[in-house]
């Protein structure tokens, strides 16, 4: 399974590579919400970065509450040269559009990102299943599993 895409060098070097994700509830809670009828909060569509810089995948605490995850703990992260405990939650990461697989169940850090165009970081946990390719002089970017 493969994503690829093309941008123009400036493009790439100034926002990063993208890609079109789905946040949502794992499978688990909707199969127990379902059989409790219970309704969750439907998946949300939004823009990630592929960030090789991020241990974690992360996603905003707005995006957390508007996908009414389902917090499981607190994880200790660092960013820009301090270390914070912010909330963990568990969900599901699908590529709509896209032939990869999704990522159901994961981990994922509620971390505000002042100043991005995006409202999720994919980190390393998820890139470390992946072969990335980043080709900068092309602008060329290629993910296969």
């Given at each position: 399974?493969?994503?690829?895409?093309?941008?123009?060098r400036?493009?790439?070097r100034?926002?990063?590579p993208?890609i079109t994700?789905t946040i949502?509830?794992?499978?688990?809670?909707?199969?127990?919400?379902?059989?409790?009828?219970v309704?969750l909060?439907?998946?949300?569509k939004?823009?990630a970065?592929?960030?090789t810089g991020?241990?974690?995948t992360?996603?905003?605490?707005?995006?957390a509450?508007?996908?009414?995850l389902?917090?499981?703990?607190?994880?200790r992260i660092?960013s820009a040269g301090?270390?914070t405990?912010?909330?963990?939650?568990?969900?599901?990461?699908?590529?709509?559009?896209?032939e990869l697989?999704?990522?159901?169940?994961?981990?994922?850090?509620?971390?505000?990102?002042?100043?991005q165009?995006?409202?999720?970081?994919?980190g390393?946990?998820?890139?470390e299943?992946?072969?990335?390719?980043?080709?900068?002089?092309?602008?060329?970017?290629?993910?296969?599993?």
């Amino acid at each position: 399974m493969k994503y690829s895409r093309s941008y123009s060098r400036t493009e790439l070097r100034r926002t990063g590579p993208k890609i079109t994700v789905t946040i949502g509830h794992p499978q688990k809670a909707i199969s127990l919400a379902e059989r409790s009828h219970v309704d969750l909060k439907r998946p949300y569509k939004v823009t990630a970065l592929i960030d090789t810089g991020a241990s974690r995948t992360v996603i905003s605490p707005q995006l957390a509450a508007t996908c009414g995850l389902q917090k499981t703990g607190e994880a200790r992260i660092s960013s820009a040269g301090h270390i914070t405990n912010r909330p963990e939650f568990v969900g599901a990461i699908h590529f709509p559009d896209q032939e990869l697989r999704s990522f159901d169940p994961v981990s994922l850090v509620a971390c505000p990102l002042p100043e991005q165009d995006v409202a999720c970081l994919l980190g390393r946990d998820i890139l470390e299943r992946w072969n990335l390719t980043y080709d900068g002089r092309s602008g060329l970017v290629e993910v296969e599993e």
